[in-house]
């Protein structure tokens, strides 16, 4: 029995047509760039957007972006978005701006002023204005990087020095203030002070933004407000717990409800069960966002599902060895029909998963007889101490079938 009619509709990187109680953010946006889209070249506005994890800040953007496109994107106007969590480092997000303009790249012995370079030259050739979102902007800040995201801010400025124009607009997106602290004193006052503030949505907002999603991805049969409400309950902020946990959290809000229809899709139900809300609750894995493990690559995946896989097996310890998360994939491999990846490439997949902070590694006590690497999975945000591994084996199983049809 079908559940969904658009499932798309519930996922992460879906763009709805309207964004209820986002209209104002939106406007300001629209507002602060005015001039530059006007008149472009003639002023570098800088905005800052902070808001906790779902408060639409993402999403809200991309929707800005969208319409610049639409509107001047044949024209010499262009907006970029770069998602920093994937990125980490300036000279990947000065490649990630020049790919997404269509710049080609050599293949390597290119370094970060010869990137800046390009990209300066190419907006001067083209006659080219941009508008960079930089999502996430905080790991920019990563301790041994500090002083990156103030030379980016410092760069858009010297392009002016040299050919009097401000070719870049910038967005920073970040969840709180503080990667400000980390800037140079120039970088920071370059900046200034624009801010838009994205509150944790309430329990009635929520409601609506469910409401409206579910409209788009469901069968109309297929499920009532109640259900809507029940996600609502637990997702969205209120007088009494403020923001805590996962509330007002737009993102989780969803999950949960895309993990509901999933399981009644499962049990072969003709309709979401409060029950089968409270089994997605349990399941939701609200540390890891989907759209981060979408982006993994199958053996990444694969991967990704052995270590969860031997985790799992090893009931109450958080750590699992190398050797055993090996095996375990080597089997998942042969499972799917899939050729399993040599050690030495397994290892790059940790530090990938590693890097993205989805995995957490450490080396085996010395009473051990050969240190040996462990393995666990990061906890952090992971608000419902149910049983998130098996969330995350089943978001992952799902993912790795997708990618094989
Ligand atoms: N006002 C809204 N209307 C409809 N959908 C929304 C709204 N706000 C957020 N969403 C949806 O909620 C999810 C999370 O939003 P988004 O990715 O923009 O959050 P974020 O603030 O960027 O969070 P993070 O800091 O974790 O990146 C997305 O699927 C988005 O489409
Ligand atoms: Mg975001």
């Known amino acids: 029995m079908r559940i969904f009619k658009n499932e798309k509709a519930l996922r992460p990187e879906y763009m709805p047509e309207h964004l209820p109680y986002r209209e104002n953010h939106l406007r300001k946006l629209k507002l602060y760039f005015s001039q530059f889209i006007e008149e472009p070249g003639s ?44 990125k980490r480092t ?29 990209l300066l030259d190419t907006l001067e ?16 800040t990563d301790v041994s990087e500090e002083e990156q995201l103030s030379d980016f ?13 401000y070719r870049i607009g910038m967005i920073l997106i970040s969840q709180d203030s503080r990667f400000l602290e980390r800037l140079d004193r120039s970088a920071r006052s370059l900046l200034g002070n624009v801010k838009i503030e994205f509150e944790p949505y309430t329990k009635d907002q929520i409601y609506v933004i469910l409401e409206q999603r579910a409209r788009e991805a469901l069968r109309e049969d297929a499920y ?29 809000a969803l999950d949960v409800l895309w993990q509901a229809a999933k399981l009644a899709e499962l049990d072969g139900s003709s309709r979401i069960t409060p029950e089968h809300v409270r089994e997605a609750l349990k399941h939701s894995v609200p540390g890891i966002p989907v759209e981060y493990l979408e982006g993994l690559s199958l053996h990444k995946k694969l991967f990704l599902l052995a270590i969860v896989r031997a985790l799992k097996a090893r009931k109450n310890q958080a750590y ?41 590694t450490r080396l085996s006590g010395k009473g051990m007889r050969g240190r040996t690497t ?21 978001i992952l199983e799902d993912l790795i079938r997708r990618d094989m049809t």
């Open 43 to 86: 002023i570098c506005p800088k905005v800052i957007m902070i808001g906790k994890t779902g408060t639409g800040k993402t999403v809200t953007a991309r929707k800005f972006g969208m319409e610049i496109n639409e509107k001047y994107g044949n024209k010499n106007l262009k907006y970029v978005h770069v998602y920093c969590y994937s």
């Open 320 to 360: 699992v060895p190398f050797g055993i998360v090996e095996e375990t994939y080597n089997i998942i491999c042969e499972q799917y029909g899939e050729r399993p990846r040599k050690h030495t490439q397994l290892w790059e997949y940790l530090r990938e998963l590693k890097r993205l902070g989805i995995v957490e």
């Open 224 to 252: 009532d407000d109640d259900i809507l409400q029940m996600i609502a309950d637990v997702a969205g902020a209120d007088e009494e717990r403020g923001a805590e946990g996962h509330r007002g959290d737009a993102r989780f």
């Open 125 to 140: 050739e083209k006659n080219l204005y941009i508008i960079v979102t930089l999502d996430d902007v905080f790991h920019l």
């Open 90 to 118: 300036l000279f990947s997000v000065l490649k990630d701006i020049a790919q997404q303009l269509g710049v080609a790249l050599p293949k390597r012995g290119f370094s970060i002023s010869d990137m800046m370079q390009l």
């Open 374 to 394: 462990l393995i666990s999975i990061s906890t952090v945000n992971i608000s419902i101490p149910a049983e998130p591994l098996e969330g995350l084996e089943r």
């Open 153 to 165: 801010i410092k760069f858009s400025e010297e392009m002016y020095h040299k050919t009097g124009k």
